[in-house]
T-cell receptor, first 112, second 113 residues
């Protein structure tokens, strides 16, 4: 079983729509979860972190975590063409390891 | 000025050459990491360091070595470069007092011919 699984995409959504990005992870000890955005050829940029079950909202972004299902998601409301990028899910590799395990990413394309 | 810098940004070298990639940070973070990114394989951890005297191997350390010269500097060396080390290399940092958030440098694109 892969440690972190994400649909590779591309996920195409029209401008203004909600983009939903999903991630499952295998390490039940993970306590910290991060979403990074990466534009082609650029470095990953942290956009959301979540540590507790439920939803966490920051502007147009909402992260959702369900530890029992080992599932974390990212919703992007009012998607803009500038949101077109690859989104990386990164759970902590076990509690207290201070290491992250990265998924391969989902490529999002927002169509004007 | 960028918080995490990497030099060089691009490097082309030949098989068998020794290469050093450097990372410097002004964030005051104690933890530093080296990753490589390959198309279709995602980001993989090479080495990490929690302070100057604490260096640990990641999941793909073979063929690499590191040096933590100071809290702010963490270098990655390829002792004898081979073509399958062609990749995008990233340095990242995180704070001891933080929530495990990692912040990435701009990356070094390395090509080994």
């Amino acid at each position: 079983q892969k440690e972190v699984e994400q649909n590779s995409g591309p996920l195409s959504v029209p401008e203004g729509a909600i983009a939903s990005l999903n991630c499952t992870y295998s390490d039940r000890g993970s306590q910290s979860f991060f979403w990074y955005r990466q534009y082609s050829g650029k470095s990953p940029e942290l956009i959301m972190s979540i540590y507790s079950n439920g939803d966490k909202e920051d502007g147009r972004f909402t992260a959702q975590l369900n530890k029992a299902s080992q599932y974390v998601s990212l919703l992007i409301r009012d998607s803009q063409p500038s949101d077109s990028a690859t989104y990386l899910c990164a759970p902590e590799r076990g509690a207290g390891s201070y290491q992250l395990t990265f998924g391969k990413g989902t490529k999002l394309s927002v169509i004007p | 000025d960028a918080d995490v810098t990497q030099t060089p940004r691009n490097r082309i070298t030949k098989t068998g050459k020794r290469i050093m990639l450097e990372c410097s940070q002004t964030k005051g973070h104690d933890r530093m990491y080296w990753y490589r990114q390959d198309p279709g394989l995602g980001l993989r951890l090479i080495y990490y360091s929690f302070d100057v005297k604490d260096i640990n191997k990641g999941e793909i350390s073979d063929g690499y070595s590191v040096s933590r010269q100071a809290q702010a500097k963490f270098s990655l060396s390829l002792e004898s470069a081979i073509p399958n080390q062609t990749a995008l290399y990233f340095c990242a940092t995180s704070a001891v007092a933080g929530d495990n958030e990692q912040f990435f440098g701009p990356g070094t694109r390395l090509t080994v011919l």
